[in-house]
């Protein structure tokens, strides 16, 4: 059962994610921005935003063999050398250890975009942490008429 909505509680918290997502949309490719958001909730265990970013993808033509592999993105042959790098670097970024993101996942990523590119792909990662965050404490219902 939800905890609470926290857009009826704190709408205007609520509407500066939002805003941020609203960014993020605008200014990273959108297959390179639902596969991020499709691993970073699948890391942190949010089935809500699992749920909403496969049927997103699939909605946009994503194929499901692709969608489901993310989870073990680094064995499958589907994606290209630019994906991985934003695969990684959704990793690295998910799972901050004691040292941050490591050099070699920052370097690869930088190689394909430039420093605004790469700045608007972390803003891209942070925000699906929040997301994520945010519905995984919440308790977020999955809808059930999709």
């Not at 489901?68 to 250890?97: K, S």
Request: aromatic share 8%.
């Amino acid at each position: 059962m939800q905890r609470i909505n926290v857009a009826e509680v704190a709408p205007e918290a609520f509407g500066a994610v939002l805003g941020l997502e609203k960014y993020v949309r605008a200014n990273v490719d959108h297959t390179v921005l639902e596969l991020v958001k499709l691993r970073a909730s699948m890391l942190n265990g949010c089935a809500y935003c699992v749920d909403m970013h496969s049927r997103e993808a699939l909605g946009a033509g994503e194929s499901s063999r692709r969608l489901f592999a993310v989870a073990a993105w680094r064995e499958a042959p589907f994606f290209d050398e630019r994906e991985r790098a934003a695969l990684a670097l959704t990793d690295a970024v998910t799972q901050l250890g004691e040292h941050g993101v490591p050099d070699d996942v920052w370097d690869a990523a930088a190689k394909f975009w430039p420093e605004k590119a790469l700045a608007d792909l972390v803003l891209a990662i942070a925000t699906i942490n929040v997301w994520n965050r945010i519905a995984v404490t919440f308790r977020n219902e999955l809808p059930t008429d999709v």
